[in-house]
């Protein structure tokens, strides 16, 4: 399937004369050119370069980008990569200027700003706590901006979306390492079924457009993903930096017992965030296919031996003590990342390294999310 920009405008433009469909349109202007020669009012298509015939197609650097979610943990992070890239043309949306769930809010920030790619990074997240006593926001805020800068990169002509999902998408009892192809073959983890199930409404989404409308919107399912500019929320965050967080505590009380929800029993793979903005960009340039892919490190660690690392790191000598009256949320959850691993990606940054900047970052950082001596209230997406 092509996704020349300049084949897409003619299918539309024969829809609206002829009232066919996105796929008799795009078959009937296939075979015109098949039978010899452009279709009519078709501009030639530039030769590829060898790069792009083996499938990488660098952006522009002065492309205009969007980033959605650029204040959370993953658009911080993104931006940071893109910058050091030599992308010049970076578009950002703070949440009192747009909100995201506005259907028609962010049709007129497209059509005022005209983003040529789209990372749809933006969304309503939080740790195994936060997800299972707010289904309801994780449901309705992840479908409405889901759905709304889809369709938006569709109305607007995007060149290329990617949306990131998550790796809480696949079934609760999915085989491990969890393979793409796991997707809807069982029942999810009730802890965060809520947002999985607007997750995975996102990923039918890219396909739908790209199958209806022929839009080159992939999606990518990333791991646990932790670093520095993380949520540090007390009942709302992720797993490591609610440890590092209580560590810290504890060490500054002079206390040597910490707290550790659930049983220590679960496994978890952790990404850090600057892997996942490598990743990113390294699929919004290279992959184009139908499906989507598993972003990971394929390692994964006990709650109990993550605990102790942050607690090495940080308060060394003190005790775990677990909470089992906390949730322990899915019992193991490791992604298959052979498929990245095949497009020529992987993960780089070391566990123990990865810990050690977050940490670093937390302990000097002028502005920690979800602390609430300095908490911005603008920060949470994504
Ligand atoms: O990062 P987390 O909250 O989310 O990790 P999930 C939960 C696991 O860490 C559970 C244990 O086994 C908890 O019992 N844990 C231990 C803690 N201490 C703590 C603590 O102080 N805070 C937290 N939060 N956990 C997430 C989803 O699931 O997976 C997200 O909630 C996202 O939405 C992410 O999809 C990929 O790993 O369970």
Redesign the pocket.
């Known amino acids: 399937m092509t996704h020349d920009k300049d084949f897409k405008r003619l299918v539309r433009t024969r829809m609206a004369e002829t009232g066919e469909t996105y796929t008799a349109a795009q078959a009937a202007l296939r075979s015109v050119s098949e039978r010899g020669g452009p279709a009519a009012g078709s501009r030639p298509r530039p030769r590829s370069t060898p790069n792009e015939r083996a499938g990488h197609r660098p952006i522009p650097r002065d492309a205009r980008i969007f980033v959605s979610g650029h204040a959370g943990l993953v658009g911080v992070a993104l931006l940071r990569r893109l910058r050091a890239e030599g992308f010049t043309n970076l578009l950002t949306a703070r949440r009192d200027q747009l909100d995201l769930r506005d259907q028609a809010a962010v049709n007129y920030w497209f059509r005022a700003n005209r983003p040529e790619y789209v990372f749809l990074v933006a969304g309503t ?7 299972s006593t707010r289904p309801a926001e994780f449901l309705y805020d992840n479908m409405m901006i889901h759905a709304t800068v889809v369709h938006a990169s569709h109305l607007f002509d995007v060149d290329k979306l990617l949306y990131l999902g ?3 998408v696949y079934p609760r009892g999915a085989a491990q390492p969890i393979t793409e192809d796991a997707l809807l073959t069982g029942p999810l983890e009730p ?2 079924a809520a ?2 199930l607007a997750k995975i409404a996102g990923i039918r989404l890219c396909s739908s457009y790209r199958e209806q409308y022929g839009c080159d919107f992939i999606s990518a399912m ?4 932790y670093g520095p500019g993380d949520n540090f929320d007390a009942t709302g ?4 930096p ?2 590092i967080r ?1 560590f810290d505590d504890a060490r500054q009380r002079g206390d040597r017992e910490v707290t ?3 049983t220590g029993k ?1 496994r ?1 793979e952790l990404l850090h965030v600057d892997d996942l903005a490598a990743a990113c960009l390294f699929l919004m340039e290279r992959a184009s296919q139908e499906g989507f892919v598993n972003v990971g490190t394929g390692r994964d660690l006990t ?1 109990r031996e993550i ?1 102790s690392l942050v607690r090495d790191l940080v308060h060394p000598g003190a005790n775990l003590v677990f909470d089992t009256s ?5 019992p193991r ?1 490791v992604l298959d990342v052979s498929r990245i691993n095949g497009l020529g990606w992987a993960a780089e940054i070391d566990l123990n390294d990865g810990l050690q900047s977050m940490v670093d970052w937390y302990r000097t950082a002028d502005h920690v999310r979800g602390l609430e001596i300095n908490a911005d209230p603008d920060a949470d997406a994504a």
């Open positions: 997240v939080g740790g195994v706590l936060a997800n998550s790796s809480c802890t965060n947002y999985a990333p791991t646990n993903v965050g992720h797993l490591v609610m440890l209580r550790v929800w659930g679960p978890r709650i605990a906390m949730p322990d949320g899915v959850k």
